[in-house]
């Protein structure tokens, strides 16, 4: 078994991290740095039409994502990083699952700079929470599209003035359907392409 199929492997029933043990997340990062190592796009800032897309979270060591998931009646449910290179914009997108009616969106979108071959500043600009009904969503496609479209949504939906509100993030590998990365913050980001999203 090659180290991404063994990392894919380790990861499953891991519910993006809110099920790994502490012995499982020194193993994954340890596959993590494995695949790095033998990272197949060297310069993924100049792979654009790998990049570009909408990708599911498979696993982080974030507290910040894994923590949507502590309130009561509350679940995390799928979780996207989606990347328009044409627009340098990167929407995160948090399905949030409730009771019946109730599943919730937290969405937070950023403008990014490239600064090197493998990392680029993020600006974090807006940010949109509401119910998934009352936003009419269904997709990470539409809701994107409808955004680039100037749309506003209600409840919650504000710009992000704060200079506090940046970090940088760095693509450690990449390749047609896996996408590995480090935050600003030590946390590490597993994701792995989703072309039928691209298509709904």
């Known amino acids: 078994m090659n180290t991404k199929a063994k990392l894919l492997e380790v990861i499953a029933g891991k519910n993006r991290g809110l099920l790994a043990s502490e012995v499982d997340r ?11 190592d033998s990272n197949p796009t060297p310069k993924p800032l100049q ?36 990347i328009r290179i044409a627009e340098a914009k990167i929407y995160n997108i948090a399905e949030i699952i409730s009771v019946p009616f109730l599943e919730g969106l937290v969405s937070v979108a950023a403008r990014f700079e490239k600064v090197s ?5 993020v600006k974090f600009e807006r940010s949109i929470i509401g119910l998934q009904k009352f936003l009419g969503y269904n997709s990470p ?28 993030l760095d693509f450690t590998y ?27």
């Open 26 to 36: 020194v193993q994954i990062l340890s596959l993590v740095e494995q695949l790095e």
């Open 47 to 82: 792979a654009l039409d790998l990049l570009e897309g909408d990708w599911r979270l498979l696993y982080t060591s974030s507290k910040g994502i894994l923590g949507l998931d502590r309130f009561p009646l509350l679940a995390l449910g799928q979780v996207y990083q989606c």
């Open 117 to 121: 071959d493998v990392r680029v500043n």
């Open 141 to 168: 496609s539409k809701l994107i599209q409808e955004i680039e479209k100037g749309k506003k949504f209600l409840p919650l939906d504000f710009s992000i003035e704060s200079r506090e509100q940046q970090g940088w």
């Open 174 to 200: 990449l390749d047609e359907n896996l996408r590995l990365g480090r935050g600003n913050e030590g946390n590490i980001f597993i994701l792995t392409k989703e072309t039928k999203l691209l298509t709904s």
